[in-house]
């Protein structure tokens, strides 16, 4: 029983590289098994998707908080003219008033 099972691992485990250039220097298990390699790659670009679409979600609401920092400048600098109007027409109808007093005082 345990011949025949040696035998069959040895059937089984892949040959020694011969040449230099066959070797895996980085002695990876992928190198040596073409499906670990394609399953690596697999994984791989499963966890680059799931990467991308994390960044797109972080991209969107970064997009939409521009957007929404934009709009809340713009409210912003849209009161301060519309304080100023108001400021500008007070002064105006005081000048005026102070006008008419001296116009008033001066007869």
Do not use: C
Request: glycine share 0%; charged share 30%; net charge positive.
């Amino acid at each position: 029983m345990r011949i025949a099972a040696a035998k069959a691992d040895a059937a089984a485990s892949i040959p020694f590289p011969s040449k230099h250039h066959e070797q895996d220097h980085d002695m990876n298990p992928s190198a040596v098994d073409p499906t670990a390699r394609a399953e690596q790659a697999t994984e791989r670009q499963t966890q680059n998707r799931i990467l991308e679409m994390q960044l797109l979600h972080e991209s969107l609401a970064r997009a939409h908080m521009q957007d929404r920092m934009h709009e809340a400048e713009n409210q912003r600098v849209v009161g301060r003219v519309a304080r100023a109007r108001k400021l500008k027409q007070r002064a105006e109808r005081a000048s005026l008033r102070a006008r008419k007093a001296l116009a008033v005082a001066l007869m």
